[in-house]
């Protein structure tokens, strides 16, 4: 139960902190927390609360995935022959604190979006889950080939 919980906050939380998100407002198609609110029956105010907990840690996060997209570059460029083993240890130490914090805040907000909803909406977002997983397995399967 509780994975299913962990695993369906986590799909919803990454999935509203995409660029997506933005796009999705732009066109008029309904966004993340539209379809969220259609699947478990959210409020008007959880709406709202949701979407500014996303606007507040997706600023966050979006630096800290540029600055570390600089520092993976920034590791392939010491991809030569004379390169610098100083400078890519750096580089890689400091790609794994912003990674290390970018994960952090994407489980804060999950814990954010997660403490918005009530126990029966937690238990409705479970059981969708739990079906989402039962279709994937099974498509996973009937893609394997035979054996």
């Keep these: 139960m509780k994975l299913g919980k962990l ?3 986590a799909l919803v939380a990454l ?3 995409a660029p997506v ?3 999705a407002q732009a066109g008029g198609q309904p966004d993340q927390v539209d379809q969220l609110a259609q699947m478990v029956g959210l409020s ?3 709406q709202t609360e949701i979407r500014g907990i996303i606007e ?3 600023g966050q996060i979006g630096e800290l995935q540029q600055e570390a997209r600089v520092l993976q570059q920034a590791m392939q460029a ?3 022959a004379d390169y610098d083993e ?3 240890r750096e580089s890689a130490e400091e790609l794994g604190d912003l990674t290390g914090e970018i994960a ?3 489980t804060l907000m999950q814990a954010k979006v997660d403490s918005v909803f009530t126990d029966e909406q937690r238990d409705e977002l479970d059981r969708r889950m739990k079906q989402m997983q039962q279709q994937m397995q099974q498509q996973r399967q009937m893609m394997q080939p035979a054996q």
């Design 7 to 9: 695993i369906g906050s």
């Design 15 to 17: 999935s509203l902190s």
């Design 21 to 23: 998100y933005a796009q």
């Design 44 to 46: 008007d105010d959880q």
């Design 56 to 58: 507040e840690m997706q």
């Design 78 to 80: 010491e991809i030569k």
């Design 86 to 88: 100083a400078a890519i």
């Design 104 to 106: 952090a805040l994407s």
